[in-house]
Each structure stands twice: as structure tokens, then as C-alpha cells.
């Protein structure tokens, strides 16, 4: 390795992997910027593919199908190809699939590109992710949370120029194209200063599709609490203070808008927080934070502190998938596998949330469902030990076992 020295940065240069870093950063946000494009034009693609509100409903699960099926894949496939070329080929399927659902004539046609959607996201979050955590295990500090902060400042990005674009009454085949093509190009380049990670020779592949192991289950009940709140207060906090707080229109659309913003800003300036009190520590703080904000959600007798309720649950939830991919990353010897089995637990309760809360508020009332809510963001101040990190003296970077560029770390 010309240049560069084995250090505690696993045998890359300090100033390498802090490149590595951002490059990693600007990965998230283009993430997150396809996200944001398809959201803001599901009304279009609905119209287009003549789908009903129950059909789209039925369609917009296959993401997260998708996803789930497709995420164990990404170990092996980084195995084989290596971890930027990986990345690179996962992220260019992601960008590119884009373009897939507003070509949908129909509602079958929509769930099966719906399907190849979420399962190239899927696949290329958890390469991200492995190499955030490599990162961040190579410099010796949190990283995670602004990571994710930065894939909510694309999807932020990426929801903005769409709202441009409906507002504008352009078609979403062009728009997705246009934007298809950029994310596309901008991804590939931004993977050039990812870490290039190979397998050596000696160490044995992993299982082209293998369930979660145990430590997955137990880091991904966490995330699955953090997730279940988020995904209930981002889509039913409008709702909410609209139906039982009798909010304007306006108003309750504010409040999604301002949960969103606070993840985002908490997620950005979170690794401070982590790297002085602790992944432990933060998030049971935060679970406390996010508890009295459910507490004053289902209590408030008006819009104003409703809104800061979901304010609340937006900054006590926001680190905590984060600092679950990177405990997930160090909880054993294979953290793509680990990674892909959080993120699917993840996923899964991002896709059960929604309906679970407007099923339970069928059956009781959404004061009610918020009170469950409230009972899951409990559940991190009681399980965050499980997001303790191994000691930095005893435990290898995740990478360790890699070769780096043409070098082999030691």
C-alpha cells in the first residue's frame, strides 16, 4: 500500500478512511434521494397504473417484500465481487429500478416493480451500511448516525425537486428518468472513495442466503421498536391531529414535516452525543425522550403539544437504527450477515406499523394505538444494553480478516 500505513485504521491511511467517510456519506444521500423521488409521485403512479387506494395499499408492500427476500443476498454478493465493486453494482440497480414504477400499466405490473424496487434497495443498504460500519470501526468513533442523517437530508433532497415536478404537472416517467440517470452517475462516482475491501483468500464465503443469526434478532427488536414508532408517527401524526385534536389541514400536515426534520437534524448531530455518553446511554435517553413524548401525544389536549409529543419521539428514536446496524456489525464474524438480518427486522416494522396502527385504531382508537406506541419507545430504555460495544482493546475492526487494496490488514 503506497503511502499508507497499518494502523488502527485496519491498514488504511487515517486520512484514506476519513475520505472514506464522506464518500460513504454522499452514498446515503443518494440513497435516500431515490426514495424521496418515487414518495412524492406515488398520486401520479397511482393514476397512471388505474390502481385503487386498497390496491396501492396491497402494492405498496412489495418493497418491503422485496427487500426482506433480496437482503440476505448482499454478504455474499460483497464476498465474491468485493465491497466498492459491490456497492457500485447494488447502488446503480437501485437508482436505475427508479424508473420501473411509473412504467406500471396496472396494478400487477406495479407490485412486480414494486418487488425489483425494494429488493435492489434492500440489497444496496446493506452493503452501505456494512461499509459505514467498517468505517466507523476504522476511526474509532460513531459515524452511524450521521450517516443516516445524511440519507434523510437526500430523501429531504430527493421529496423536494418531486414536489417540484407534480406541482409543475410533469410526467413522472421524464422526471424519474431525469433523476434516474443523475442518482445514477452521482452514486458511481461517489463509490470510487468507498474503502476498497476484498476477502482474502483464506476466509470461508458466507451462505448465499442464510437467516439472521441470534445476536440479529436480539439488536433487531431494538431497531424494531425505534422503527415502529417512527413509521406510526410519520404516517398517522397528521392524521392524529387532525381527527382527534380537530387540527386544519395545514396544521396537521406541519407536523409530519417537523417529525421529519427532527429526525433528520437529531440523526446529523448524533454521533456527539454517541461518542460522549455512549450507544447505551443515548439511546436510553432517548427511549425516556421518546416515552414522555408518546405520554404527551396521547394526553395533549391540543395541537401545539401533540406536535411537540411527536417532536419527542422523533429526537428520542432518531439514533437508534443507526447504532443498531453498527452494534449489528460488531456482534460476530459475519457482520454483512448480521447487518442484512437487523435490516430486515428493521424493514419489517416499517412496513407493519402503519397498518397495525390503523387496524388497532379501528378497533379501539388512535389515542389507544399511540399508547402501544408508547410502550415500544419504553422498550429501548429497557433493551438498549444490548447495543453495548465490545471493549476496543479486545475487539477486531470488522474488516480485520480483509485485504485492503493489494495489502492484507493486520
Sequence with gaps: MTGETVSSTGGFGTERVRRARFAVAAVFCVHGAVTGSFATRIPWIQDHAHVSAGQLGLALAFPALGASLAMPLAGAISHRLGARTALRGLLALWTLSLTLPSLAPNVYGLCAALFVFGATAGMSDVAMNALGVEVENRLGKSIMSSLHGMWSVGALIGSAAGTVAAHLGGDARLHHLIAALVLTALGLAFCQGVLDLQSSPDEEPPPRFSLPPKS???????????????????????????????????????????????????????????????????????????????????????????????????????????????????????????????????????????????????????????????????????????????????????????????????
Design 216 to 410: 440479529a434478532l436480539v439488536i433487531g427488536a431494538i431497531g424494531f421498536c425505534g422503527v415502529f414508532a417512527e413509521g406510526a408517527s410519520l404516517d398517522w401524526s397528521a392524521v392524529y391531529l387532525r381527527d382527534e385534536l380537530g387540527s386544519s389541514a395545514g396544521v396537521a400536515a406541519a407536523s409530519t414535516t417537523a417529525f421529519a426534520l427532527t429526525m433528520a437534524v437529531a440523526r446529523l448531530v448524533g454521533d456527539r452525543v454517541v461518542d460522549r455518553f455512549g450507544a447505551v446511554r443515548t439511546v436510553r435517553v432517548g427511549g425516556v425522550a421518546a416515552t414522555l413524548g408518546g405520554l404527551l401525544v396521547v394526553l395533549a389536549p391540543h395541537a401545539a403539544l401533540a406536535m411537540a409529543g411527536f417532536g419527542l419521539i422523533g429526537l428520542g428514536v432518531a439514533v437508534v437504527v443507526p447504532l443498531a446496524f453498527a452494534a449489528a456489525g460488531r456482534s460476530g464474524p459475519n457482520p454483512s450477515q448480521a447487518i442484512a438480518g437487523v435490516a430486515t427486522i428493521t424493514y419489517t416494522s416499517g412496513l407493519i406499523a402503519p397498518s397495525a396502527i390503523g387496524g388497532i385504531a379501528d378497533a379501539t382508537s388512535l389515542v389507544f394505538s399511540f399508547g402501544l406506541v408508547t410502550l415500544l419507545t419504553f422498550g429501548l430504555v429497557l433493551g438498549a444494553g444490548v447495543l453495548r460495544p465490545a471493549s476496543r482493546a479486545t475487539a477486531k475492526p470488522a474488516g480485520e480478516s480483509r485485504t485492503a487494496g493489494s495489502g492484507q490488514v493486520s
